[in-house]
């Protein structure tokens, strides 16, 4: 069950905080899949519109970051693993079962009800086929 996504914009999807919310939770995403996107990630922002996903990916760093993130360690079938929030200055211990790393401004993931077991969707736009 590979995931095969390119650079690009997309959504982040997930249930509400409450097992009765129906309406998924929607934040903007941005898709973080070449070494040069992966690499770059959030370092140098002041702050994060949604959250970034990064794939393929086991663990993160927030050496040369200004703030403070979320970080979501998702396994293959986009199940959370873990989330921890972390400072400026980090190393994060890479996680053997993950695959995908989301990163969001600290306190973000709280607020969508992101947490261990918690499965999320990621959507894209249609590919444009070439004329």
């Known amino acids: 069950m590979g995931r095969r996504w390119r650079d690009g914009r997309g959504e982040l999807r997930l249930r509400g905080?409450?097992?009765?919310d129906e309406n998924p939770v929607t934040v903007p995403l941005e898709i973080a899949t070449s070494y040069r996107a992966r690499t770059k990630g959030l370092l140098g922002r002041d702050r994060v519109e949604g959250a970034i996903l990064l794939s393929p990916a086991s663990g993160v760093h927030t050496f040369r970051m200004r703030i403070p993130i979320d970080v979501a360690y998702l396994d293959r079938r986009l199940d959370v693993i873990a989330v921890r929030t972390m400072k400026p200055g980090?190393?994060?211990?890479?996680?053997?079962?993950s695959r995908h790393v989301l990163e969001a401004a600290a306190g973000a993931m709280a607020d969508w009800g992101l947490k261990p077991g918690v499965r999320v969707r990621i959507e894209t736009p249609p590919r444009q086929l070439p004329r």
């Open 17 to 20: 905080r409450r097992p009765e």
């Open 90 to 97: 980090r190393l994060g211990l890479p996680r053997l079962r």
